[in-house]
């Protein structure tokens, strides 16, 4: 886990190398992230981060962790996703996504319906 522990509670690690190509990730999901997402992802290590069993990312680069988890959603939240949301994070009970255009994060069951996921976007 990245976390570690100081006098000031939990903290994530530095990113120490990552690939940059932000704007090759974007093309293949055909999404825009919000600057603070950008900035975050480059800074801190989410390559490697879980947190009570949702996983940002496994040991690899958090860019191509999050062409992974689009590829593996439902044709269903592809289909709703309208170039609006990404999938940000998975675990066994849990997804939680992004909307690129406000930066707004959601949860949801990973049994749950699309139409049933986001309420007013």
């Known amino acids: 886990m990245l976390l570690f522990y100081c006098s000031t509670g939990l903290r994530l690690k530095k990113q120490v ?6 704007e090759r990730v974007e093309r293949r999901l055909k999404v825009k992230f919000p600057v603070d997402f950008v900035n975050l992802i480059l800074n801190y290590d989410f390559g490697d981060f879980s947190i009570l069993g949702v996983h940002f990312g496994s040991h ?3 860019l191509e962790t ?3 988890y ?3 959603l439902s044709n269903e939240d592809i289909k709703n996703f309208s170039n609006q949301f990404i999938s940000i994070a998975m ?5 939680l996504i992004m909307n690129v255009n406000c930066g707004s994060i959601y949860v949801y069951g990973s049994e749950t319906l699309f139409n049933n996921k986001i309420k007013g976007s």
């Open 60 to 62: 690899t680069n958090y």
């Open 91 to 95: 675990g066994d009970n849990f997804t």
């Open 17 to 22: 190398e990552m690939e940059t190509n932000v």
């Open 66 to 68: 999050l062409i992974s």
């Open 70 to 72: 689009h590829e593996h």
